[in-house]
């Protein structure tokens, strides 16, 4: 059985973050040939064009687990309706010197999820964007647009019983996804 890697990449620094708490929770529904990477954004430095020949070591180890990973799964909050700025630093961070972006052809899962009815689905849409022009073939179906409210979690941590069949079907998706584009 063939093992995939896929780094996550959570737009939120804050250490109570709902995204971080929803990306541990997804990552219990993963099947065994699998496993997730949390890949650390909080230490780099604003993208400077100025630095991309001679890219710090953050960012080469930001390079390095995108690039050894077989799929990306991005988790993020919104932001004024948009991506969070640390999330977009890391993206741009990642996908340069020109000609050797590491997101090029992995296969991108988006969800994430807010306080609000609208659950960062206008993030989301503004990230498929970003996606698309990276060349990340990106899950289109089922959206995950999800609201944190009361029951979403048991008191473990895991995904609630009435959310679970939802997500357990989302992530299931993103495992074919990533499979069919390895
Ligand atoms: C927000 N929040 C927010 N929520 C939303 O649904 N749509 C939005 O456009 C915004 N805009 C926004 C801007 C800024 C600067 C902040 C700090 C917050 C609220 C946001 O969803 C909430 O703070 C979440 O808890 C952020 O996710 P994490 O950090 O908990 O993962």
């Not at 939120?12 to 065994?32: D, G, T, V, W």
């Not at 206008?122 to 990340?136: G, S």
Request: charged share 20%; glycine share 10%.
């Amino acid at each position: 059985m063939t093992h995939h890697t896929i780094a996550v990449v959570v737009g939120s620094l804050r250490k109570e973050s709902i995204n971080k708490k929803l990306a541990q929770a997804l990552e219990k529904l993963f099947p065994a040939d699998f496993s997730l990477t949390h890949v650390r954004i909080d230490d780099l430095p604003l993208y400077n064009q100025d630095d991309d020949g001679q890219l710090c070591a953050q960012v080469m180890r930001l390079k390095g687990e995108i690039s050894a990973a077989q799929g990306v799964l991005f988790v993020t909050p919104e932001y004024n309706r948009s991506v969070p700025g640390v999330l977009k630093n890391a993206i741009d961070h990642a996908s340069r010197p020109y000609g050797q972006s590491a997101w090029n052809g992995k296969p991108a899962g988006v969800i994430g999820t807010s306080g609000g009815p609208m659950g960062s689905a206008l993030a989301q849409q503004h990230l498929r964007n970003i996606l698309a022009y990276l060349n990340m073939p990106t899950l289109g179906q089922p959206e995950a647009f999800i609201q944190t409210k009361e029951g979403l979690y048991d008191e473990a941590g895991n995904i609630g019983e009435a959310s679970l069949k939802f997500l357990q079907g989302w992530v299931d998706a993103y495992v074919a996804w990533v499979k069919k584009h390895n």
